[in-house]
């Protein structure tokens, strides 16, 4: 079973500049989320989507950030424009169905710089 | 106080050790319980989840939940160097509102 891709896996761009980020996730998982990891902390929740449409979006900064699932396969996550506290790594995961506890299954994520 | 606690370490134990590694947490809420393992510069892979409280046993790991005290653990036994890593602690409820601890790191010294 293929793992959740993830692209790019490094990006540096300099403040107020646009970047995205694109996730495959497992074939078949209903589930997908994004995530935010600050150095030093835990994985913080931007936005859950299931199948197309969003579950929990109560996290993401809607000012500037956007993400988009269609079909219900892939997924993009844009930043725009971008601010020095955007420096982290994104996190995309997938499950089967996102209902209790069934496992998330994690892509590698994208390392993003703000110069 | 936030949602979920955690001592960030790191924690330095020898080969062999058992380790305990907990979390504490504030929203009653929760039902969810999991454990994550992440390695450097690689993605969290999942390593134990419970509902509710009690306790879950696989090979050298076992998780604990007590959720009248709003705590929840994590053994190791037989520690191995393979075994150092950041250990995440996560919980859930309504299969949402995901919300992950800071991390304990863990050395285990040949």
Redesign the interface.
């Known amino acids: 079973e293929a793992g959740v891709a993830q692209s790019p896996r490094y990006k540096i761009i300099e403040k107020r500049q646009s970047v995205a980020f694109w996730c495959n996730p497992i074939s078949g998982h209903a589930t997908l989320y994004w995530y935010q990891q600050i150095l030093g902390q835990g994985p913080k929740l931007l936005i859950q989507f299931q199948n197309n449409g969003v579950v929990d979006d109560s996290q993401l900064p809607k000012d500037r950030f956007s993400a988009e699932r269609l079909k219900g396969v892939d997924s993009t996550l844009k930043i725009q424009p971008a601010k020095l506290e955007d420096s982290a790594v994104y996190l995309c995961a997938s499950s089967s169905s996102g209902r209790g506890a069934e496992p998330q299954h994690f892509g590698d994520g994208t390392r993003l710089s703000i110069l | 106080q936030k949602e ?1 606690e ?1 001592d ?1 370490g790191p924690l330095s134990v020898p080969e062999g050790a058992i380790v305990s590694l907990n979390c504490t947490y504030s929203n009653s809420a929760f ?4 454990w994550y393992r992440q390695y450097s ?6 390593l134990m ?3 509710s409280s009690g306790n879950k046993e696989d090979g050298r790991f076992t998780a604990q939940v007590d959720k009248s005290s709003k705590y929840i653990s994590l053994f190791i036994r037989d520690s191995q160097p393979s075994d150092s890593a950041t250990y ?1 602690c ?1 919980m ?1 409820y309504y ?9 304990t790191r863990l050395s285990v010294l040949p």
């Open positions: 979920v955690q960030p039902q969810y319980f999991m510069r690689k993605g969290p892979e999942l989840y419970t509902y995440l996560a859930s299969g949402q509102n995901f919300v992950f601890g800071p991390g």
